[in-house]
């Protein structure tokens, strides 16, 4: 599985974002996709992640409820999340990850930056 993440720059305090991810390669075998994200001298955290295969379940980090809304789109194997109400304390590397058969696969990281 590829994963390829876009979307991220810079944006005002306040302003909203949308990140996407788009796989390929053995797509049929994703059971979740999904984004995390690291901050400068933090650790990874998650940000949010959707279930693939079946019933769309979602589940969000604690600092983004309400605010960040993953998506998908199945006919476009792509997996959006839509940040609104931007803070500087979301400036961080976003990774896009999807998980097969118990084993993760990561993107590669596109940079967020909230200014104040």
């Known amino acids: 599985v590829q994963l390829q993440a876009s979307g991220g720059g810079l944006v005002q305090a306040g302003g909203s974002l949308r990140l996407s991810c788009a796989a390929s390669g053995s797509i049929f075998s994703i059971n979740v996709m999904g984004w995390y994200r690291q901050a400068p001298g933090k650790e990874r955290e998650l940000v949010a992640s959707?279930?693939?295969?079946?019933?769309?379940?979602?589940n969000y980090g604690d600092s983004v409820k309400g605010r960040f809304t993953i998506s998908r789109d199945n006919a476009k194997n792509t997996v959006y999340l839509q940040m609104n109400n931007l803070n500087p304390e979301d400036t961080a590397v976003y990774y896009c990850?999807?998980?097969?058969?118990?084993?993760?696969?990561w993107g590669q990281g596109t940079l967020v930056t909230v200014s104040s």
């Open positions: 959707i279930t693939i295969t079946s019933g769309a379940r979602t």
């Open positions: 990850y999807a998980v097969v058969r118990g084993i993760d696969y």
